[in-house]
C-alpha cells in the first residue's frame, strides 16, 4: 500500500510545492553590514559578492576571510606531486 506523497500524481505535486514555496534566499547583508530583503537590491549583493570573491586579489579583509573559508572546504584535484611534473 502507498502512502500519500509515494506516487508520481497530483498530491503528490501539491505537496512540493506547497513545501517549496517559501524556499529561498529571504535576505542578505549588505558589504557595511546590515541586511536587506529588498528583492531588486539581492542580486547586484550577490554578484558583487561573488565578483570579489574571484578577483585576483581581495578587495576587503571580508572577502579574503570568505575565500579562505570556501577553498578551505575544497578538496584539490590536482595533487602537490602532479603540480611538480
Same mark, same amino acid.
Given at each position: 500500500?502507498?502512502?500519500?506523497?509515494d506516487?508520481?500524481?497530483?498530491?503528490?505535486?501539491?505537496?512540493?510545492?506547497?513545501?517549496?514555496?517559501?524556499?529561498?534566499? $529571504?535576505?542578505?547583508?549588505?558589504? @557595511?553590514?546590515?541586511?536587506? #530583503?529588498?528583492?531588486? *537590491? =539581492?542580486?547586484? /549583493?550577490?554578484?558583487?559578492?561573488y565578483?570579489?570573491?574571484?578577483?585576483?586579489?581581495?578587495?576587503?579583509?571580508?572577502?579574503?576571510? $570568505?575565500?579562505?573559508?570556501?577553498? @578551505?572546504?575544497?578538496?584539490? #584535484?590536482?595533487?602537490? *606531486? =602532479?603540480?611538480? /611534473?
Open positions: 500500500m502507498t502512502q500519500l506523497g506516487r508520481c500524481n497530483k498530491e503528490f505535486f501539491d505537496a512540493v510545492k506547497e513545501k517549496n514555496f517559501n524556499a529561498g534566499v $529571504k535576505q542578505l547583508r549588505r558589504s @557595511a553590514g546590515s541586511l536587506t #530583503k529588498n528583492h531588486d *537590491e =539581492m542580486p547586484i /549583493i550577490a554578484t558583487r559578492f565578483q570579489d570573491l574571484l578577483t585576483a586579489e581581495p578587495t576587503s579583509a571580508e572577502v579574503l576571510q $570568505k575565500r579562505q573559508e570556501v577553498w @578551505a572546504s575544497i578538496t584539490p #584535484k590536482v595533487t602537490e *606531486e =602532479m603540480r611538480r /611534473i
